[in-house]
T-cell receptor, first 112, second 114 residues
């Protein structure tokens, strides 16, 4: 079956620090990969995505590269801000993006 | 584009009561999805519709759960004889095929069963 494993949190960083949140996956077929962000009390928002190997998704300073050889899609940001504090979910979809498999989420807290 | 709308946002109910949640997808989206999310976990897929047809249901969707999308627009998720284990956030999402596999989530409906 399909599964997503995320780096356990919580993660606490100082403002302007470098962020990495690890994500690895197992999947049948060739999945599309996603990162979603969830702010307190809100639903999930798509942050970035990649649909094939070696693709890099990027948005709002966040980046992730689809690595088929290591089955990974790690999220990175060079300089985090307090406003980046949220829960981040890695997800995959093999067929229909609406039928996604999610990781358990990583809570990021950025302190000024 | 007003986004995916869900209501009520919060519902507290006594065990054994029935509850219904409504989802209004983005207007041109023909696919609609329901997920459940419990604290500390990622969303889990429950079911999805293409237009008014319910194409797939997860085994997580017990007989007490029923979802409908009668006219291919809004959808309802009903939980009958609620149990404490049903306490969770119920998320709705929608998509339009051909938009790069992107789905858009609503803000969710929190259910607390006491």
């Amino acid at each position: 079956g399909n599964s997503v494993t995320q780096m356990e949190g919580p993660v606490t960083l100082s403002e302007e620090a470098f962020l990495t949140i690890n994500c690895t996956y197992t999947a049948t077929g060739y999945p599309s990969l996603f990162w979603y962000v969830q702010y307190p009390g809100e639903g999930l928002q798509l942050l970035l995505k990649a649909t094939k190997a070696d693709d890099k998704g990027s948005n709002k300073g966040f980046e992730a590269t689809y690595r088929k050889e290591t089955t990974s899609f790690h999220l990175e940001k060079g300089s985090v801000q307090v406003s980046d504090s949220a829960v981040y979910f890695c997800a995959l979809s093999v067929t229909n993006a609406g039928k996604s498999t999610f990781g358990d989420g990583t809570t990021l807290t950025v302190k000024p | 584009d007003t986004g995916v709308s869900q209501n009520p946002r919060h519902k507290i109910t006594k065990r054994g009561q029935n509850v219904t949640f409504r989802c209004d997808p983005i207007s041109e989206h023909n696919r609609l999805y329901w997920y459940r999310q419990t604290l500390g976990q990622g969303p889990e897929f429950l079911t999805y519709f293409q237009n008014e047809a319910q194409l797939e249901k997860s085994r997580l969707l017990s007989d007490r759960f029923s979802a409908e999308r009668p006219k291919g627009s809004f959808s309802t998720l009903e939980i009958q004889r609620t149990e404490q284990g049903d306490s969770a956030m119920y998320l709705c999402a929608s998509s339009q095929p051909g938009t790069g596999n992107t789905i858009y989530f609503g803000e969710g409906s929190w259910l607390t069963v006491v």
